[in-house]
């Protein structure tokens, strides 16, 4: 039997480990619940829309999401627009006398509220789930959904309308299909109407995103209280996500960990045993609370590091620090980029802070074409002990992951501006984003680390300040 071929052994621990581990973990500050959004919220919102729609000549609106599994949308606009978590399409007559009524529940991925009663929807319309194989029924979903749509609108005097569209790639089926079964009406794309209302948060969002902000910074102590030698990724990404989710937040699936003895990318876990010289990088992506993400990056070294790693750590902190010394309403959002790359230029890790010829990760080659990812066996015990090996170096260049510096931190798939030199728009009171200073040399050193900002009236709110941005330092053996 070959090594490739040979059985999996995953290291294993008594189960008796895994409960004790934290044992007597107390965050060093105490969450602070806020709730779900107010029903004015909504009736705020809508306000806005209807007259966003009127402007724009639409007779009504139509807003959709799909199932994309695992209890999982394709966007955030039906939950943004009246707190509905699942897939549908929702009928918004621009006329204020008119109510809102909701398609929906077309897949199997149903979750009956609560949560998720729709708010300010008198009536919820049950498509059903479609198909011969899973549920014996001929048709398809699609086509049943635009002919109860469509059968909806012409009751409702729509038939010969201007309709604004507000969805997403999955959205094109049901588009297409209530084209043909509408042809007296057209169809516009208005979902920048919602998106330009993602740029500032209202007061009760603001307090949603700092909630969502704890429970990270909770997390992260947590994983600290845990980490040390002989401790798997597994146990780390556990603990982080019991102590987060214990408090309310909604997924234990949106965020990253990485382990190695170089600084790493973003990854999962997947067995690696806490040794002496490990970098981690716990990046938090997506905590989400009521419908909120919030997103830190922090690094942890274990033991002794190189002085190259301890060098990149220190740029990335100062990168961080340099950018969120210029927030305030009203500072450029390019001069915020610009500044968290200073410390990489005065090291010469970089020539320009401009993010078109800036080189990062991911990066083709220059002229457009793919690049090689570099195959080589790079050793990983931890792996190798389950009978895979890593053969490619990752990623395939040195850089930033990204050419910015941050981006904006709002509900789960809206667009984000980014914090990059292109971005000449100025910061708004109520602007929420994240700031994360990124380096990663392959074989060499890493660095993720950011915190999570709201712009005051007078300046900015670091959200994510419970935890330290400086490299958390772990006790070797």
């Known amino acids: 039997m070959t090594a490739q071929a040979r059985p999996s052994h995953p290291i294993q621990h008594g189960d008796v480990r895994f409960e004790r581990l934290l044992d007597g973990f107390r965050p060093s500050f105490e969450f602070e619940p806020v709730g779900p959004l107010p029903e004015s919220e909504f009736v705020d919102r809508l306000r806005r829309i209807r007259r966003e729609a009127t402007v724009a000549g639409h ?3 139509l807003v959709h999401a799909d199932s994309i599994g695992s209890y999982r949308v394709s966007n955030s606009y039906l939950r943004y627009m009246c707190d509905w978590a699942r897939e549908g399409v929702l009928v918004v007559p621009t006329d204020e006398d008119k109510p809102l009524t909701l398609f929906s529940i077309f897949s199997s991925s149903v979750l009956l509220p609560p949560a998720g009663e729709a708010v300010l929807v008198e009536d ?23 002919e109860a749509v469509g059968s909806f609108l012409e009751r409702e005097g729509f038939a010969s309308s201007q309709i604004g569209l507000i969805g997403d790639a999955t959205s094109a089926g049901y588009w ?9 009406s057209s169809f516009v794309q208005a979902s920048a109407i919602i998106d330009r209302m993602q740029k500032v948060r209202s007061k009760r969002e603001q307090a949603v995103v700092r909630a969502a902000a704890q429970l990270a910074s909770i997390g992260i102590e947590a994983a600290y209280h845990v980490i040390k030698p002989g401790v798997t990724d597994y146990e780390i990404y556990a603990a982080f996500t019991y102590a987060q989710m214990a408090r309310g937040g909604e997924s234990g699936d949106g965020y990253q960990i990485g382990i ?4 790493t990318h973003c990854g999962k876990p997947y067995g690696h045993v806490v040794r002496n010289g490990d ?3 716990l990046y938090i992506s997506a905590v989400i609370y009521q419908g909120y993400t919030a997103q830190i990056a922090r690094m942890i070294a274990v033991g002794d590091i190189t002085d190259k790693q301890e060098d ?3 740029m990335c902190t100062e990168g961080v620090q340099k950018a969120a010394a210029l927030i305030r309403p009203g500072a450029i959002i390019s001069d915020l980029a610009n500044a968290s790359f200073e410390p990489y230029i005065a090291r010469g890790y970089l020539s320009s802070h401009d993010s078109r010829t800036m080189p990062y990760n991911w990066v083709s080659e220059d002229d457009g ?10 050793v990983d015990e931890d792996w190798e002990r389950q009978g895979r090996k890593l053969m490619h170096v990752y990623p395939a260049t040195l850089g930033p992951h990204n050419p910015n510096v941050g981006h904006s931190v709002s509900m789960v798939k809206f667009t984000n501006y980014n914090i990059q ?15 994360h200073s990124q380096w990663l040399e392959p074989e060499v050193a890493g660095c993720n680390v950011g915190d999570c900002y709201l712009v005051t009236d007078t300046g900015a709110e670091n959200l994510s300040h419970h935890t330290p941005l400086a490299v958390h330092r772990v006790k070797g053996v």
């Open 59 to 61: 007779d009504v609106m």
């Open 124 to 146: 919820i319309w049950q498509v059903g789930t479609w198909g011969r194989e899973t549920y014996n029924r001929p048709g398809k979903t699609v086509d049943k959904v635009v």
């Open 421 to 435: 030199s292109n971005n000449h728009d100025k910061l708004e009171e109520g602007m929420t984003f994240v700031l």
């Open 369 to 378: 074409k793919p690049r090689l990812i570099p195959r080589k066996h790079v």
């Open 279 to 281: 970098i981690i990088n």
């Open 312 to 314: 990149v750590l220190q």
């Open 176 to 184: 297409s299909g209530l084209g043909k079964r509408l042809p007296k």
């Open 260 to 263: 190695n003895q170089y600084g």
